[in-house]
């Protein structure tokens, strides 16, 4: 994707079976509707500071990223946004980021709703009770 693109529509690079890497420019705003939906070869995908929007189904099916970064300006991501990406291990949220954070692989939003489930980490509730240490940056 050329730099000073800024989003990338519904739909455009879904179900594509030989799509494995996809760079991003730092101009992007806006990752459109299941825009990479089952690209199931897809290996890497880069998130640039200055994304700021994820939409639903984006990623699904996405399987073979094996891991992910939430630059911290992301400001909303949709639900099923990201899911059933079997082979990621790691989803980092960037410590700056004000909106989400990851605790043992769960992503959450400020309010503590599930946005990201890293399909290694078995028990989300227990993930819950750390959140009151680590979201503390959330209440200053």
Known sequence: VQ???????????????ELRRVYLP????RI????FNYCRKLEKIDFKEGLETI???SLIGAGKVKNL??????????EAAISTMYECT???????????VSIDGVVYDKDMNMRMLNPEFKNPTDAKKYYM????RFNK
Not at 26 to 29: A, G, M, V
């Open 3 to 17: 730099e000073g693109v800024v989003s990338i529509g519904n739909n455009s690079c879904r179900n594509l079976p």
């Open 26 to 29: 730092s101009t992007l705003k």
């Open 32 to 35: 459109g509707y299941a825009s």
């Open 55 to 57: 939409e639903g189904y």
């Open 69 to 78: 970064y939430i630059p911290s300006t992301v400001k909303r991501i949709d």
């Open 90 to 100: 790691e989803i980092t949220v960037s410590p700056k980021n004000k909106n989400f």
């Open 133 to 136: 240490v680590k979201l503390q």
